[in-house]
């Protein structure tokens, strides 16, 4: 036990994250703008209301204090500080929001950890092409100048986009958000697909920067989408697919963002379809500037998958995972009832190999299991023994990967801690150790049981998981 308590020292970020889209709610109220969440989508979705944190955060905020959480990670709407993106002044009602929810936060010994921009375009930057507009960069970096100058007194931890080393796989969504995956879809070239990844990326290296001038006793990082790969058979093929694909989905974007420089390979990509990037933000910094340096990064794991050479004549077929590139099932690993492999050895993996590549400390800002399986009972608790050996595991993981691979990771904030919607707007499949009740009025909150097992962990700073 006390092995354990030196893996995470006291500054160790114990917490949970979530997203606004997803979880605040309060679509047309404080004078909030609409972004591409905001209208009819392709699968019926309304996030209009959420968990309804923008009516609830109180509440919601002195949950989080009774499980003992020290940070919560949270977006700020781009369109509740500006409703078209780049309007020319500031709402005070959304500023003024923000301003209450963090203040309480900090009272309560809970350190925001705040997400730029978490997929929610402002509707009006997106009918102008979204990402593909180099005027929605300017837009941005004005809307970061405005968050870091409102709050930066009080958040000392930024991430800048999130997941966005998906934007090379799903461009579209960068133009049009979830419309994208409908009947009017974006129809991209493979030029725009790139100029749409760079305006992301030249918006990450603008806030890292504005974020080193505006507030200096801060530290900004990126957020990375893992998806970690295994060769499928020890055939070389396979360890190549393997290799090509955590290259392509992890290790080319995180070379960019560490050096300011695009890989080599993927420069001629660029080249080949007719897009040529440039090297320099538009007031003419390098991206290569030491100011644009990130000093963290901060990733979501929730699976592991498998990679083969699809062109070997007894290769199995594949599933596409998410729209966005084929994986195979791992014959070792058991799955969830939502059908994710659990791997809590492939994060410690990950960790490591993350580590000793960039040698930049890692926050685990997403981890979970998501499942349809919680059932409010008539004692008003939801029991979810299935979700706490699932956390446990992780949990180990990440202790393992600090003690015995001295990996620097600054903390772990598994995802959804109180029910939100899925990205898909379902309100069925459920993360949190608080279980919000969407078909009640006022959408009651109920503790299950992993609400406190989770305090028992944050209390004896990781040495009590249960169950070893």
Known sequence: MNETRKAFDEGFYWGGSTSAF?????????????????VDLPS???????????????QDIDLLAGMGFNSFRMSIAWTRLFSNGDDPE??????????????????????????????DLPLALAKRGGWLDGQTVDAFLRYCETCFSLYGDLV????TLNEDNLSLMMPGFQVAGPRAFGPDAPRLSRAEGFAIYHNTNLAHFGAVRLCHELVPDARIGCMLASSLAYPLTPD?????????????????????????????????EMREAGFEPSTMLPDGTLLSDAGCRMDFISLSYYFSICQADGSRADAPSGHTVQTMFSSYDNPR??????????????????????????????????????????????????????RIEYLRQHISAVRDAVLEDKVDVLG??????????????????????????FGSEGLPRHKKDSYEWYRRVIASNGADLGGE
């Open 22 to 38: 997803q979880f605040e709610g309060g679509a047309r109220e404080g004078g909030k703008g609409r972004s591409v969440y905001d």
């Open 412 to 437: 772990y904030l598994p995802w959804g801690c109180i029910d939100l919607l899925s990205a898909s707007g379902d309100a069925s499949k459920r993360y949190g150790f608080v279980y919000v009740d």
């Open 90 to 119: 500031v709402s005070e009602e959304g500023a003024a929001f923000y301003r209450r929810v963090f203040e309480r936060l900090v009272a309560r010994g809970i350190a925001p950890v705040v997400t730029l921009y978490h997929w």
């Open 236 to 268: 070389p093929r396979d360890v190549l697919a393997a290799q090509r694909h955590n290259r392509a989905t992890m290790y080319d974007y995180l070379d960019l963002l560490t050096s300011g420089g695009y890989p080599v390979a993927q420069l001629d």
């Open 44 to 58: 019926g979705a309304d996030f209009s209301i959420a968990s309804d944190f923008y009516h609830n955060w109180e």
């Open 333 to 386: 690993l058991e799955k969830s009832s939502f059908g994710w492999t659990i791997d809590p050895l492939g994060l410690r993996i990950l960790l490591g190999d993350l580590y000793g590549r960039y040698r930049l400390p890692l926050m685990v800002v997403e981890n979970g299991l998501g499942v349809t399986d919680d059932v409010l009972g008539e004692d008003g608790c939801v029991h979810d023994p299935y």
């Open 156 to 159: 000392k931890n930024w991430l």
